[in-house]
T-cell receptor
Framework: GQQVMQIPQYQHVQEGEDFTTYCNSSTTLSNIQWYKQRPGGHPVFLIQLVKSGEVKKQKRLTFQFGEAKKNSSLHITATQTTDVGTYFCAGLSNDYKLSFGAGTTVTVRA | NAGVMQNPRHLVRRRGQEARLRCSPMKGHSHVYWYRQLPEEGLKFMVYLQKENIIDESGMPKERFSAEFPKEGPSILRIQQVVRGDSAAYFC????????????FGPGTRLTVL
């Protein structure tokens, strides 16, 4: 079955620095979605990427979908304490099954 | 514009008891997904239901776990004879149309088995 892998599992970042988290699927995806879960909270939808090579930005967050539609990345610039949480990618297969990665848990050093 | 609702938010059970978790999807949504999240882990798909139908239960343990989404009322995830390993956060998510992909999550039920 479809597998979605995320790396790194943990990301410790100095406030103000940039970092990137990566998502890889074992199969070609119909689309990829990103969610954020704050500590003690529930996953909240951030964005969806559909087209091969698509790039979308939300303020300091840049999301990219690979040309082969099997991988994606999330890049955060000038990390702030509000960025703390776990970022999940979720890949939608062609049979409409959504598979979540294990997430990247981000902590920020002030 | 009520979002996805889950209750209870916290549930404590002793080993061997039953746990019932409820999920009311967002207004107008008829597709419900249940996920389990163990501490420090990701979301594990359990089951996908539409009204009165189980569409995909490939992630459900074969024993003790069942789910339903009746014509009226919330979706129910039922765990019989709970064990300590069932302690986790259980989230449900809903979507509106078949194949609509953005999932809206409820606040979750945190189950603790003593």
């Amino acid at each position: 079955g479809q597998q979605v892998m995320q790396i790194p599992q943990y990301q410790h970042v100095q406030e103000g620095e940039d970092f990137t988290t990566y998502c890889n699927s074992s199969t070609t995806l119909s689309n990829i979605q990103w969610y954020k879960q704050r500590p003690g909270g529930h996953p909240v939808f951030l964005i969806q990427l559909v087209k091969s090579g698509e790039v979308k930005k939300q303020k300091r967050l840049t999301f990219q979908f690979g040309e082969a539609k099997k991988n994606s990345s999330l890049h955060i610039t000038a990390t702030q304490t509000t960025d703390v949480g776990t970022y999940f990618c979720a890949g939608l297969s062609n049979d409409y099954k959504l598979s979540f990665g294990a997430g990247t848990t981000v902590t920020v050093r002030a | 514009n009520a979002g996805v609702m889950q209750n209870p938010r916290h549930l404590v059970r002793r080993r061997g008891q039953e746990a019932r978790l409820r999920c009311s999807p967002m207004k107008g949504h008829s597709h419900v997904y249940w996920y389990r999240q163990l501490p420090e882990e990701g979301l594990k798909f359990m089951v996908y239901l539409q009204k009165e139908n189980i569409i995909d239960e490939s992630g459900m343990p074969k024993e003790r776990f069942s789910a339903e989404f009746p014509k009226e009322g919330p979706s129910i995830l039922r765990i019989q004879q709970v064990v300590r390993g069932d302690s986790a956060a259980y989230f449900c998510a809903s979507t509106g149309l078949a194949g609509e992909d953005t999932q809206y999550f409820g606040p979750g039920t945190r189950l603790t088995v003593l």
